[in-house]
């Protein structure tokens, strides 16, 4: 059965004498000419957080070896995973995965929880899964897409971590190129001056159509101290985006980096 456009007609067929022209589609990411040659990819990593609860364990030593079993048993298959602490509850635990292939999601990350002892229990208005993209603006766009997130995410010296989803608002889409343009500068020009400084450091993931409560983006802060991270999301209020065109934010999960 085909499927049906909005106006009732099966997608994909022509009407009237002649055949509807199909737009273009293109799913690659694209960076910054290099060599006076375009960058293009369609490579892009995927990142899952899932909060969970381990009711069955009760002290925090039994919490946390197991949580370690849990990323063992990741890593053991090649998939790159942090563990968090959860700093707001005291039996919840973060867990980040990441890969080039969302399957691994389902293959490895479900059994891992599964099938790894006590029963656990999914916090599920706090997963967050999104998928790195380009701004066409990336210097290095194969490190931008691939390596970065991975290495911001698991860099040992930065433990602390905020994520949280974000949506823009519709307006916000209505506005010429030139325009969106100078307002995400205004807030990427803060992102690097907190990023120089090495005090935050972002992640920045596309979420549409992945996120239960329709949220376009994760974003994740990590760096060496908390509070930094709470103040660069305390100074990015002050910008036009997050005061005119941000419609929903949260919820925020907080954690430190186990092990």
């Known amino acids: 059965m085909s499927e049906a456009t909005p106006g009732g007609r099966p997608a994909g067929h022509g009407h009237g004498q002649g055949s509807e022209e199909l737009p273009s589609i293109d799913v690659s990411e694209r960076g910054a000419p290099r060599d006076g040659q375009p960058q293009t990819m369609d490579r892009r990593l995927f990142m899952q957080l899932l909060v969970y609860q381990v009711p069955g364990l009760s002290k925090l030593s039994e919490l946390r070896t197991h949580a370690q079993a849990i990323r063992a048993a990741i890593t053991s298959k090649g998939v790159g995973a ?68 991975a290495e911001t995410a698991a860099n040992p010296a930065w433990p602390w971590a905020i994520w949280y989803p974000l949506r823009r608002s519709g307006a916000f889409a209505k506005l010429e190129p030139r325009e969106q343009g100078s307002i995400l500068r205004e807030h990427g020009t803060i992102g690097k001056a907190y990023g120089a400084k090495d005090l935050a450091h972002d992640i920045r993931l596309a979420c549409h159509g992945l996120d239960a409560r329709d949220n376009e983006f994760v974003i994740g802060l990590v760096g060496k101290e908390l509070h930094p991270l709470s103040h660069i999301v305390q100074s990015m209020r002050k910008t036009r985006q997050t005061s005119e065109f941000i419609s929903q934010m949260g919820p925020f999960f907080v954690g430190r980096a186990l092990g």
């Open 82 to 149: 942090v563990v968090y602490e959860d700093v707001n509850d005291p039996l919840s635990f973060g867990l980040l995965t990441w890969s080039e292939d969302p399957g691994v999601f389902v293959e490895v990350v479900r059994p891992a929880l599964v099938e790894s002892g006590p029963a656990v229990s999914l916090r599920p208005d706090m997963t967050m899964l999104g998928r790195t993209y380009s701004t066409g603006y990336e210097q290095d766009l194969e490190y931008w897409l691939l390596r970065r997130p």
